[in-house]
């Protein structure tokens, strides 16, 4: 578009500067012959006033037409609008018929079958109380193995550097222990 009407300012620019050049030959009257009568008038001026009127068809024709473009591009734009917005609309609407749905199959599901509910609360009751036996035996080992680890757990001076204390390691032993014998316990202090 604006390559177009680059080149209309260009084109009258050239015939205005050519009519301007030779304005004296364009105002000459001559005889003219319009079919009927004879007249004495200036070709020169009557063509270029002939492409005047031309050109302000021209482009009284092209405003007009990419004003109907316009206006239809408009009318094509709000009518994809309300289409759209008419389908999300209906997209919703599906989404909430479905819901429905299938809140109804769940309610009639937990209605017909009171079997399940009271299965599902046992399986529940049941793993509690599996839970809780596995935490009281775990805190039981746990403590256990705190028991068996305090009687153990010497301190031994390292005497290459003064101030440093580090522990003696412990065996595990997989069976009981025994009661530790007063004699066989050995410390060394500094």
């Not at 008038?41 to 063509?47: D, S």
């Not at 009284?60 to 389908?87: D, P």
């Not at 209605?111 to 299965?119: C, F, S, V, Y």
């Amino acid at each position: 578009m604006r390559v177009r009407l680059i080149l209309l300012v260009l084109a009258i620019l050239l015939v205005a500067g050519f009519a301007a050049q030779n304005w004296n030959e364009i105002t000459r009257p001559t005889t003219l012959n319009f079919a009927v009568t004879t007249a004495q008038a200036p070709l020169g001026l009557i063509l270029l006033t002939a492409l005047g009127v031309a050109v302000l068809v021209f482009i009284g024709a092209a405003a007009s037409l990419r004003t109907r473009s316009l206006i239809e591009s408009r009318q094509h734009s709000k009518a994809l609008h309300a289409q759209r917005e008419l389908a999300d609309r209906a997209e919703a609407s599906r989404f909430t018929d479905l819901r429905q749905m299938l809140d109804q199959h769940l309610r009639e599901n937990r209605g017909t079958n009171p079997d399940l509910e009271k299965t599902l609360a046992q399986h529940q009751r049941e793993l509690r109380n599996q839970l809780e036996q596995m935490y009281h035996l775990l805190t039981s080992r746990m403590s256990e193995l705190e028991r068996r680890l305090d009687p153990r757990s010497q301190r031994v001076v390292d005497t290459t550097m003064p101030g440093r204390v580090e522990a003696t390691p412990v065996s595990p032993r997989m069976a009981e222990p025994t009661p530790a014998q007063p004699g066989n316990v050995r410390r060394e202090r500094v």
